[in-house]
């Protein structure tokens, strides 16, 4: 059994008769713009093995779109996601109109924004998604506010999220722990993601080479290649020349920062476009 439900009140009255008849209740988040696969199926496979009640959030949050981007062409299959949700062993989905979760009429321009540090949101995917990481930090806080999780489940495929989420929490004091889950990934290496059905057959093929670009980075490191100018020229050597790369960055995991020696945690991340398809991907290096 799973409960749709498509307004704040209801959601709110539906987790406080929970909590009531429920004293040692853990409830879990898992916030998604639908479209939902099976990487969304293991956060809430995760959530329901951690808490007593796991709640999906379904919505296209428009903030997080900038311009030219792809919020009309986004896909909206509820009715697959319920599916999806209900067999992954989700209690709720939650799927809220823009009107609902920003107010009737609602602008950007005149709604409260959270805004994440500019030093963590001006790289990587926020080079080119001007306000992009705003509209996350935006609605996720919302979400945590109309919830009050104890638990919330993001992808490691979304890293720069991921690090901004944390940070937020900690920032705005939530009191809420961040679960981050593995990439899931297809036998060919190709990290699932919602933009995956963009691609043909064949710019599958090229995406593939995202991740073995990343493998040949992990594996010369293993050999005590420390250096990221070497590591960066191997990746690319691997990198199908069909895929237009955006970037390719080793970012220090502590402060955030690129950096030239990996010393510690390192992530490696990749953007690269295939066709009219923009894909991400990244490793972490200990």
Do not use: W
Not at 40 to 52: G, N, R, V, Y
Not at 132 to 153: C, E, M, R, W
Not at 229 to 253: G, R
């Amino acid at each position: 059994m799973i409960t749709v439900i498509h307004t704040i009140n209801e959601l709110r009255t539906h987790i406080k008769n929970y909590r009531d008849e429920n004293k040692n209740a853990q409830i879990g988040l898992i916030p998604t713009m639908g479209a939902l696969h099976k990487g969304h199926a293991s956060l809430i496979t995760k959530s329901a093995q951690t808490c007593s009640l796991s709640i999906v959030s379904v919505f296209v949050n428009p903030t997080q779109f900038g311009v030219n981007e792809d919020f009309s062409k986004y896909p909206r299959t509820l009715e697959k996601d319920i599916e999806v949700a209900k067999e992954a062993g989700a209690n709720i989905i939650f799927a809220p109109s823009a009107e609902e979760m920003y107010g009737k009429g609602y602008s950007k321009d005149f709604i409260t924004l959270v805004c994440p540090p500019y030093d963590l949101v001006n790289k990587l995917c926020g080079k080119t998604r001007t306000g992009h990481f705003d509209g996350v930090a935006t609605v996720v806080s919302k979400l945590f506010n109309i919830v009050q999780p104890d638990y919330a489940f993001f992808g490691q495929k979304d890293a720069q999220q991921l690090y901004i989420i944390e940070k937020m929490v900690k920032d705005l004091n939530f009191n809420i722990k961040i679960i981050p889950c593995p990439i899931v990934r297809e036998d060919s290496g190709l990290a699932i993601s919602s933009r995956n059905q963009y691609l043909s057959e064949k710019e599958k093929e090229y995406a593939s080479s995202l991740f073995k670009s990343l493998s040949a980075i992990e594996k010369y490191y293993k050999q005590g290649i420390k250096n990221t100018k070497a590591l960066f020229d191997t990746a690319i050597s691997m990198l199908a020349k069909e895929a237009q790369l955006e970037y390719l960055d080793f970012i220090d995991y502590e402060n955030f920062e690129k950096t030239d020696i990996i010393k510690g945690r390192t992530l490696i991340a990749i953007c690269a476009i295939i066709g009219s398809t923009r894909l991400i991907d990244n490793i972490v290096l200990e």
